[in-house]
């Protein structure tokens, strides 16, 4: 790209971040631990508390895509219009960019070194016609690699970072991993979330923990940043991202709607008490 581009581009990224109150980043040291099961569901859950219509998602899990999937709108594409690109629009009004609305067929993967990712990732952030959003959500893929780099360089002023990870032994070392990095790239840590933590069973109630237990709480206190709270390994959870429909939508009575909401208010303390 020509250097004149290079900066028009730069220009147009910090005029449409401004127009965003709020930008957090998910992270995960590995995959599989329901980073992106969490990201869909923290965005329903600030449409739900009266955000509707000013709630983003970006989707920067370029290799690994899966919102598209998490709110059913797998088959939709994003169109190019004069001022830019039309975001895709999931449940309540929450704008949507991923890789996956780029992808002739899910089946394909999408096979780009380093240079390209962070050329789309900055296209996601600067063209994407995202308009005034009190929250812009970026599920970054797991690990340090080059796409939670692109977001750390680019992103202007990041209100911080939500680690996910599982209640392991094996899960804590990377975990401090990614609080290092957080720190390391000035990113502020808003918090750690446990989640497949514990498992209740529906017939005797009996709670067994699966995955062992207390790993997040106890990283949280040895790095002094704050815990969030701990989300059940429940198989609803699986069932309704399966189904596309976010859980707390599914069922917002729920303990598990309770918890996800819990986790969003001390979020939102956090971001608004910067
Ligand atoms: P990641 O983004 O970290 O790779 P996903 O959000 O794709 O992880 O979740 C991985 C799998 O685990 C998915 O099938 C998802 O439905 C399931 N899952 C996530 N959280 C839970 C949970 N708390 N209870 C049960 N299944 C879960």
């Known amino acids: 790209m020509r250097s004149e581009d290079f900066n028009k581009e730069k220009e147009r990224l910090r005029e449409r971040m401004s127009n965003i ?6 992270l995960s040291g590995k995959g599989g631990v329901g980073k992106s099961t969490f990201s869909a569901n923290l965005s329903v859950a600030f449409a739900m508390k009266g955000y509707g219509g000013k709630v983003g998602v970006l989707d920067a899990d370029i290799h690994g895509y899966s919102i598209p999937k998490l709110f059913n709108i797998t088959s939709e594409r994003l169109y190019q219009a ?11 009004g929450i704008k949507v960019a991923s890789a996956g609305f780029l992808v002739q067929d899910e089946d394909s993967p999408i096979i780009w070194r380093g240079p390209l990712k962070a050329q789309l990732i900055r296209q996601f952030l600067s063209d994407i016609i995202w308009g005034e959003l009190e929250y812009l959500i970026i599920d970054l893929p797991p690990g340090t690699g080059d796409e939670p780099l692109s977001i750390a360089q680019e992103l202007p002023d990041p209100d911080g970072a939500i680690i996910v990870t599982i209640p392991s032994e094996l899960s804590e070392r990377v975990v401090r991993r990614s609080v290092n990095f957080a720190k390391a790239l000035n990113l502020p840590v808003i918090g750690i979330v446990e989640n497949m933590s514990g498992f209740v069973c529906p017939h005797c109630g009996t709670r067994v923990d699966i995955l062992g237990s207390g790993a997040g709480e106890k990283i949280a206190k040895d790095l002094k940043v704050p815990f969030l709270g701990k989300i059940p390994l429940d198989p609803r959870i699986s069932e309704s991202g399966d189904k596309g429909v976010p859980f707390i939508l599914e ?3 729920s303990e598990i709607a309770k918890i996800f909401l819990d986790i969003t208010d001390k979020i939102e303390s956090f971001v608004r008490g910067r």
């Open 21 to 26: 109150k709020h930008k957090i980043v998910v």
């Open 251 to 253: 069922d917002k009575n």
């Open 82 to 92: 004069d001022e830019g690109i039309i975001p895709v629009e999931g449940p309540l």
